[in-house]
């Protein structure tokens, strides 16, 4: 594979998302643009890249723009959490706050808004069966404000709603707009607020919660900085609120504040 | 993509199509028939037709087109999941085949890890 080639689609990439595109990742790049030339019936990726150099339009420029996107960003990532959510989180709140007026949720890494999105949906189809539940609201924050806009904006490509989230749920929450984008219902996204936290520094004045997403954050941090975060998040959930981590995070040897309710495969903290 | 033993059937009249999602799929399943249109499937399938476990199905096809081969294959009493593979992506499109009992319904493009969270799901 020669470099222009790559270079010439990196660079688009950059042009187009400002997300850049290392030397060091060109080998996958180069996997996904075999991928597309595949798919659009280009014999290869030098011809892809002959194609390109006329112009980037239609199928071709979703895909090549879907290159840069994190596919660890799924609609319902790790399927279990929501499980637990409807089979635990859900009866354990309803049954510790019967006359709550609305339960809330932080997100305290909403990312590009998959999360809380998918929370609301998730809640949405089990108060469908249960009317009693109260109204919920969504806390959404993020460290980046580019980030956090997209999640606000609730609007998503056409590939992007395809991962994690049934069709059923797409026609249900979604309506389609131009250029094959799909945007959140307002129905939803009346639920939620946005804000920018470093999960670092102070959070204000927020909370408390009944619970409080935190996913796949702790796993990058030192272990002090892992605590001084726990310790603070503690203080925002309520008693008999719950913390949800992500599947590959615990606890252990961090805090006491909470103890663990296992459900299938999965642990979620109740606060003591 | 870890590995699973399943027959998957793919009806789709695009080879380039036949050919990346045999792509998608390589090394997890047991075998991997096409038709390029729904007449041939539905005239395999009636002697066969509960003998395999996920289907992909196309919507514009010559000869017979996906909705059309749906209803067939119900009439012919498919219990196999039916995954709409298809460039229609008008919400009412999406609305009539879920309706019509669709497992699930994709858009093309598609890339490779869009087909495995579906595989995975089917199949955990």
Redesign the interface.
């Known amino acids: 594979m020669n470099n222009n080639a790559l270079k010439f689609f990196a660079d688009y990439i950059q042009k187009e998302l400002g997300i850049v595109y290392v030397d060091a990742n060109y080998f996958q790049l180069d996997h996904r643009l075999r991928?597309i030339a595949?798919?659009?019936?280009i014999e290869s990726v030098e011809a892809l890249y002959e194609k390109g150099q006329a112009g980037i339009t239609g199928?071709f420029r979703?895909?090549l723009l879907?290159i840069a996107t994190n596919?660890e960003t799924?609609f319902f990532r790790d399927?279990n959490i929501y499980k637990v959510f409807e089979d635990v989180v859900i009866p354990s709140l309803k049954k510790s706050f019967p006359d709550s007026r609305e339960f809330s949720i932080w997100c305290a890494a909403s990312s590009s808004g998959q999360e809380p999105y998918s929370i609301a949906m998730q809640y949405d189809s089990v108060k469908e069966q249960d009317s009693t539940l109260p109204p919920l609201s969504i806390f959404s924050s993020d460290v980046s404000d580019a980030i956090l806009a997209r999640a606000e904006k609730g609007v998503y490509s056409?590939?992007e709603v395809?991962?994690?989230l049934?069709?059923?749920n797409?026609?249900k929450y979604f309506?389609?707009r131009d250029g094959?984008q799909w945007e959140v219902k307002s129905s939803l996204r009346d639920k939620m607020k946005f804000s920018k936290i470093n999960l670092l520094h102070d959070f204000g004045m927020i909370g408390p919660f009944d619970v409080v997403f935190c996913r796949n954050v702790l796993i990058y941090q030192p272990v002090e900085n892992k605590k001084k975060i726990l310790q603070k998040i503690s203080q925002k959930i309520k008693k008999d609120g719950f913390l949800i981590l992500g599947a590959a995070e615990s606890l252990f040897g961090l805090t006491d504040d909470f103890s663990n309710v296992q459900s299938a495969s999965t642990i979620v903290y109740q606060k003591k | 993509m870890r590995k699973i033993n399943e027959k998957i059937i793919s009806i789709d009249d695009s080879k380039s199509v036949q050919s990346f999602l045999k792509s998608c799929l390589e090394n997890c399943l047991e075998s991997y028939t096409t038709f390029p249109d729904g007449q041939k499937a539905v005239d395999h399938l009636k002697d066969n037709i509960n003998n395999y476990d996920l289907i992909f199905l196309d919507w514009e096809m010559p000869i017979k087109d996906g909705p059309t081969t749906f209803y067939e294959l119900k009439e012919l009493g498919l219990k196999t999941p039916v995954l709409m593979l298809t460039s229609k992506n008008d919400p009412k499109d999406i609305v009539k085949m879920i309706e019509a009992g669709v497992f699930d319904y994709l858009m093309k493009p598609f890339t490779q890890d869009i087909i495995e969270g579906k595989i995975n799901l089917l199949f955990p």
């Open positions: 991928q595949t798919q659009l019936e199928q979703s895909l879907d596919n799924s399927p056409q590939l395809q991962r994690g049934p069709a059923r797409l026609i309506d389609k094959d």
